[in-house]
């Protein structure tokens, strides 16, 4: 089973519109991290936001929040106030435990349109 | 803001050739890892390295590869004898600590084209 599954190869979203990124994620650990990153045509990796297995509420970092549905194994990121900058591949990932890898989806590239 | 380097950015080779890529993590992380990206596919963990020795390793990281901290800077992987299919975009992260709340920083990606 995947690790991480994103179901939205891609996205489309209107400037200034809210957006939210599907990420689903498998794991029996009861200790994991939850990551989105940001990729631009550029192609480095930037962190977006982090949410903790046992964190009690979802995580906000400025445009950027989570949220987190634990029963449901979801950790979807949603982008408000879109922004053209914001076009890129999005890409959730997990670490588990006290493992070093991180597991990462399959990305999402998202699309502001002016 | 201290950041993860990676160098060159680009590097073409002919295929059974060998090659080196390498990276400066941020100077006071002690976890570092390497990660590829076939163009237009997820991100895929290879190695990590700790405390100068491969602490944990991948299905894709077999025998053609090894990772060396040959001083306190720099952190690089080797690829002997490559091959078509190692064409990736190659990234070297690193983190202070390991657990499920270490964030790992990320460098900007060696473009790896082999011939």
């Known amino acids: 089973a995947q690790k991480i599954t994103q179901t939205q190869p891609g996205m489309f979203v209107q400037e200034k519109e809210a957006v939210t990124l599907d990420c689903t994620y498998d794991?029996?650990?009861?200790?994991?991290?939850l990551f989105w990153y940001k990729q631009p045509s550029s192609g480095e990796m930037i962190f977006l936001i982090y949410q903790g297995s046992y964190d009690q509420q979802n995580a906000t970092e400025g445009r950027y929040s989570l949220n987190f549905q634990k029963a449901r194994k979801s950790a979807n990121l949603v982008i408000s106030a879109s922004q053209l900058g914001d076009s890129a591949m999005y890409f959730c990932a997990m670490r588990e435990g006290t493992g070093n890898q991180f597991y990462f989806g399959t990305g999402t590239s998202l699309t502001v349109i002016p | 803001e201290p950041e993860v380097t990676q160098t060159p950015s680009h590097q073409v080779t002919q295929m059974g050739q060998e090659v080196i890529l390498r990276c400066v993590p941020i100077?006071?992380?002690?976890?570092f890892y390497w990660y590829r990206q076939i163009l237009g596919q997820k991100v895929e963990f290879l190695v990590s390295f700790y405390n100068n020795e491969i602490s944990e390793k991948s299905e894709i990281f077999d025998d053609q590869f090894s990772v060396e901290r040959p001083d306190g800077s720099n952190f690089t992987l080797k690829i002997r004898s490559t091959k078509l299919e190692d064409s990736a975009m190659y990234f070297c992260?690193?983190?202070?600590?390991?657990?499920?709340?270490?964030?790992?920083?990320f460098g900007p990606g060696t473009r790896l084209t082999v011939l």
């Open positions: 794991t029996s650990d009861p200790s994991y991290g």
């Open positions: 992260a690193s983190s202070p600590t390991s657990g499920p709340r270490n964030e790992q920083f």
């Open positions: 100077s006071n992380h002690l976890y």
